[in-house]
C-alpha cells in the first residue's frame, strides 16, 4: 500500500502516549513460494497542532451503517448489498476503500444531497481483489450536511465465480471475509 499523505491544509492524525498502532488492511493471497512480510511503517511528528485533524471512519462491518440485507450469501446465488450513512454535518471525503474480498463483482459509491444532486464516488465495474486499495480524489470531495452516502456491491458466490475460494460454493457470512 502506498502512504497516505495528506494535504498541506490537513495534519495526521493525533496520537496519545498510550496509543496503539495496529494494521487492519494486511491481505495476504496464496503463493507458491515462501515468502516473509517486508512491511515497514514509518511515523512523522509534527512540530506543531495542525489546524484540522481527519478522521477515518468506515461504514459497515465495525461501522457506522450496517448491511441491507444482512451479509448471508448463500451457495450458487449472486446477491446486491448496501448500505447508506446520512451525514450529520458537511464533510469532505479525501480517499475511499472498497472492500469485498473474493466473491465481490461490482462495486460503486455516491452520495446524495438533501437537493436529490448526486455526488459519484467511485465505480468498480468489474472487481478484482487485487485491487482492493485506498483510492485518493484528486482534490477532496466535498458532500454536504443532510446527505447520504452510499455503497453497493454485488457478490457471486456461484462455481462460475473463478476467484469463489470454496468449491463446493458454501454459504458465507460477513465474518468470513471471502
Known amino acids: 500500500v502506498q502512504p497516505v499523505i495528506y494535504p498541506e491544509e490537513i495534519g495526521g492524525f493525533k496520537v496519545s ?3 496503539t498502532f495496529f494494521m487492519q488492511d494486511m491481505h495476504y493471497g496464496p503463493t507458491a513460494i515462501d515468502q516473509w512480510d517486508k512491511s515497514k511503517v514509518n ?9 484540522r485533524i481527519p478522521h477515518e471512519t468506515q461504514m459497515v462491518t465495525l461501522g457506522i451503517s450496517k448491511i441491507k440485507p444482512p451479509l448471508i450469501i448463500p451457495p450458487d446465488t449472486i446477491m446486491e448489498f448496501y448500505t447508506k450513512y446520512q451525514v450529520p454535518e458537511a464533510i469532505s471525503l479525501l480517499m475511499v476503500n472498497p472492500h469485498m474480498h473474493l466473491l465481490g463483482r461490482k462495486f460503486k459509491a455516491y452520495a446524495v444531497t438533501l437537493k436529490k444532486d448526486t455526488i459519484p464516488l467511485i465505480r468498480i465495474n468489474s472487481w478484482d481483489f487485487r485491487w482492493q486499495y485506498y483510492y485518493k480524489f484528486p ?19 456461484t462455481a462460475d465465480n473463478p476467484f469463489n475460494p470454496f468449491f463446493p460454493p458454501r454459504q458465507v457470512t460477513e465474518p468470513d471475509h471471502s
Open 43 to 51: 511515523i512523522f511528528f509534527a512540530k506543531e497542532r495542525p489546524e
Open 139 to 157: 482534490r477532496m470531495v466535498k458532500i454536504p450536511a443532510g446527505a447520504t452516502l452510499i455503497a453497493e456491491g454485488l457478490f457471486d458466490n
Open 17 to 19: 502516549k498510550k496509543a
